[in-house]
């Protein structure tokens, strides 16, 4: 089965299961959906998992995504977060510290350049480099990671890395990782204003 949820009008897992109707190829039903439930048992998932919740519902429509990071974090215990950014958000990740600050959080911030492995030494070319003549530092989301779990931080917060560097961040964070901003530097890191505009402005998203 090939699940298609983005396409159901139903949405009948918003629904009672007695009185639900699913589609053909609805995932509701089936075994990986049932063997989910199983992580639930596990303490340390339920407990995000009823952060995430209540954090949901305690801001809905009112609390600013920063406003919510703050809040998971109080209902999870953690009182020291982690900014992984990109270098070229350094502004924004200082304001985002200067709050998390004031509100009574320790904070630990590392930039994507951490470490400066040489673009070439991993074996990329000058082709491969946005200044191909020059020095380039790698990105560098897994000394990212590496430093934020050497510091202790309980929750990590995302800040602009570009796509695939978020995705080996997220895969080597050694505590939970949410994410304040997504990178889009057409768009102001407002990604989704593409989809809003793919029949419009950005016509090519869908091939016209």
Known sequence: MTPSCARCRLQGCREHPSTARYPANCPMESEAAARSREAYEDPDTLALALAAARTEAGG???????EEVMALARRLGVDHLGIAFCVGLVREAGLLVDILEHHGFRVSSVCCKVGSIDKESVGLGP??????DSYEALCNPVGQAAVLAEAGTGLNVAVGLCVGHDTLFFQHSAAPVTVLVAKDRVLGHNPVAALYTSRSYYR???GE
Do not use: I, M, N
């Open 60 to 66: 809905y429509c009112r609390d600013t995504r920063v």
């Open 127 to 132: 082709e491969d480099k946005l200044r191909p």
């Open 204 to 206: 090519r998203l869908r």
